[in-house]
Structure formats: structure tokens, C-alpha cells
Antibody, heavy 115, light 107 residues
Framework: EVQLLDSGGGLVQPGGSLRLSCVAS????????MSWVRQAPGKGLEWVSA????????YNADSVKGRFTISRDNSKNTLYLRMDSLRADDTAIYYC????????WGLGTLVTVSS | DIQMTQSPSSLSASVGDRVTITCRAT??????LVWFQQKPGKAPKSLIF???SLHSGVPSRFSGSGSGTDFTLTISSLQPEDFATYYC?????????FGGGTRVEIK
């Protein structure tokens, strides 16, 4: 059974940084692209970043380009999202998801950017 | 970027009704489309991939169709557990993009 355990969210001040993690199990992690998707309170889904299975290729939404960095450690079956220069409009639940078709999702981790 | 437009944004229906949700892409995406169901406070759940293929464990009352720019999600006989918000998403090209969602409410 595929399991994605995302963590690392919390309260951070504007301009601050945070690193999210997602530990995967139940599938061959290195064989699949992974994504981060977020959902602001009461809003729809927004794709944030994606990374290829070998980590060689990364893709980012314009809204986070230059501020967020996606990475992965295939030896630890773990996906990361480093978030810098956080803004109030980055406040959201962040989900990790398997493949670009997002066939499995983590439970989500809440990031709140506020002073 | 490929924009995804869902309609309606919300609908009210009764148990047993047939429900259809549409999703339109601003350019052709072949069949690189998925549908999700999300209930309040929960993560999205994938229902359909490749526009019309049902994920394992998804009830057969759900079906998807379409190719190119126009797609539909149909629930043949709405059940109480189907009241939720539904999203489409294209994975033809980056940036990956979602529709705005369709909230299915109880009439």
C-alpha cells in the first residue's frame, strides 16, 4: 500500500524559511516523479513543484520560482520542499503527491505565514 | 500555460441523480487528465486517470470521458458519500494545472 507521510509545517514569520518532508513507502520511490501541491484556506488546489524520479529535473510554479526548492533523497525515500522568503499568500496545506497525475496523496501539512 | 475551466462551480443534487461535471482545457491535452474527489478536511483522492480509466477501488458509478480539450466526469447514481468537491487536472505539460473545482451539495 502506498503511504506518503508529509511533515514539517508550522507557523513562520513573513520572510522566513521552512523545510517540508515527505516519507514514502509501498512503492519503488526512485522510479516515480513526485510533486508538491498546496491548498490555501477555503481555496482550490494549486500545483507547486515537481521532480523527476532521479532528481535530475525539477519544475516550479511561477508563484514560487526562485523561492522554493524541491529535492529528494532516494536512499531515504524522502521528498523535500525548501521554502524561503515566505509570504502571507503561501499560507496553505501542503500535500506531497506521487507522479504528475497525483495518484496518491499525503495527509498534508499546514504552513502558516504570519507575524 | 494550459488553463482548466470546470463547470458548474457548484450544483445541488439528490441521492440517485445522474451528475455530470465538465472540464475544458485552453489547448489540446490528448487524454492527460485526472479527476479527484475531495471531502472537507481530507486530502484529495484520485478517481480517474488518463481521462477515462478508473483507479482501483473506485465505484463503477464514476466514469470519465473526453479527449483533446473537453472532458466530463459522470456519476451515474449519486450516493450520500459522493457529496464532495471534484477537481480536474491536466498533466500534459508544466505547469500542471487544476480546474477551479465543482462542489456537489445535497438538494
Amino acid at each position: 500500500e502506498v503511504q506518503l507521510l508529509d511533515s514539517g509545517g508550522g507557523l513562520v514569520q513573513p520572510g522566513g524559511s521552512l523545510r517540508l518532508s515527505c516519507v514514502a513507502s509501498g512503492f519503488t520511490f526512485s522510479s516515480y516523479a513526485m510533486s508538491w501541491v498546496r491548498q490555501a484556506p477555503g481555496k482550490g488546489l494549486e500545483w507547486v513543484s515537481a521532480i523527476s524520479g532521479d532528481g535530475a529535473n525539477t519544475y516550479n510554479a511561477d508563484s514560487v520560482k526562485g523561492r522554493f526548492t524541491i529535492s529528494r533523497d532516494n536512499s531515504k525515500n524522502t521528498l523535500y520542499l525548501r521554502m524561503d522568503s515566505l509570504r502571507a499568500d503561501d499560507t496553505a496545506i501542503y500535500y506531497c503527491a506521487k507522479t504528475v497525475g497525483h495518484d496518491s496523496w499525503g495527509l498534508g501539512t499546514l504552513v502558516t505565514v504570519s507575524s | 500555460d494550459i488553463q482548466m475551466t470546470q463547470s458548474p462551480s457548484s450544483l445541488s443534487a439528490s441521492v440517485g441523480d445522474r451528475v455530470t461535471i465538465t472540464c475544458r482545457a485552453t489547448q489540446g491535452i490528448s487524454n492527460f487528465l485526472v479527476w479527484f474527489q475531495q471531502k472537507p478536511g481530507k486530502a484529495p483522492k484520485s478517481l480517474i486517470f488518463a481521462a477515462s480509466s478508473l483507479h482501483s477501488g473506485v465505484p463503477s458509478r464514476f466514469s470519465g470521458s473526453g479527449s483533446g480539450t473537453d472532458f466530463t466526469l459522470t456519476i451515474s447514481s449519486l450516493q450520500p458519500e459522493d457529496f464532495a468537491t471534484y477537481y480536474c487536472q491536466q498533466y500534459k505539460s508544466y505547469p500542471l494545472t487544476f480546474g477551479g473545482g465543482t462542489r456537489v451539495e445535497i438538494k
